[in-house]
């Protein structure tokens, strides 16, 4: 161990202090040690840096166990940071979004990358149920896929909207006719996290009755559709239903309907 160098012991007792199981401290600490004068070497780092990185790392993985997620095995355990943007410029305007290109710098190899982000506005997928327990369901041509698919009802927020819960109820009652009680949000996601920047809420309405007539835009044709709650896992296995967001959502609503909140 060279002067101003941590001790074995020293780097056993952080790794205790992050999550390491006592018992095995020490044999972590000699291989943390070893793999640090070997990033040394790589890198051009000073010793104390190269390990005061990998305890870093180390502690990012014990606090993904700890919300459950179980690292790879046989692998260096990795911090995963958000890339830092240099730069952004508008790439193209097609109306329902938009397009720009982001220059980023790697945190790891600090290399800069160009990439094209979707933006558009936030988006609602409304699961509603009726009283004798049927899903308010609709069929409708879809341009991308040249095809008609079963989904439940959706759509984008108006510009003047914040509120999904608001939208979806609009949503529903356009396309369906059906309003209902209780509605609200059971879900968020990404609808393509890798180049879309905008997200999709999963709202559910309880004791669904058809009130309205249907409001279809210009260029919709929908078709109504109820399908018993319990018919719903067949169609979706038999790729009857097969849009991303809509699985997406109907996940939600199940786990909705067998208690599982969000903590």
């Not at 260096?76 to 109306?95: A, C, H, T, V, Y």
């Not at 990439?115 to 369901?137: E, G, K, Q, R, S």
């Not at 996290?193 to 007539?213: F, G, K, P």
Request: aromatic share 4%; proline share 6%.
């Amino acid at each position: 161990m060279n002067p101003g160098e941590p001790d074995i012991a020293s780097v056993a007792a952080a790794l205790v202090a992050l999550g390491c199981p006592a018992e095995t401290s020490a044999d972590m600490a000699a291989q943390l040690d070893k793999r640090a004068r070997q990033l040394s070497a790589e890198r051009g780092l000073a010793h104390e840096a190269a390990l005061a990185h990998l305890l870093r790392l180390m502690a990012g993985g014990w606090a993904a166990q700890a919300r459950g997620i179980q690292m790879a095995p046989d692998r260096e355990p990795m911090e995963i940071r958000p890339w830092k943007k240099l730069g952004s410029r508008p790439s193209g305007d097609f109306r329902i979004f938009t397009i720009r290109s982001d220059n980023k710098e790697s945190p790891r190899t600090g290399k800069q990358h160009d990439f094209y982000v979707i933006d558009c506005v936030n988006w609602v997928n409304a699961c509603a149920v009726t009283p004798d327990n049927h899903l308010v369901m609709i069929e409708q041509y879809r341009h991308g896929s040249d095809t008609v698919e079963l989904e439940i009802p959706g759509g984008m927020l108006d510009a003047n909207e914040t509120d999904p819960v608001a939208a979806a109820v609009r949503e529903l009652r356009e396309e369906t006719g059906y309003t209902g009680t209780g509605p609200r949000v059971i879900g968020e996601m990404f609808p393509n996290a890798a180049i879309m920047s905008n997200r999709c809420h999963t709202v559910v309405v309880e004791d669904a009755r058809r009130t309205h007539e249907i409001e279809l835009d210009h260029g919709e044709d929908i078709a109504v559709r109820l399908v018993p709650l319990d018919e719903v896992p067949r169609l979706v296995a038999s790729g009857r239903i097969r849009h991303a967001i809509v699985l997406a959502a109907l996940h939600h609503f199940d786990l909705w309907r067998r208690g599982i909140r969000a903590a």
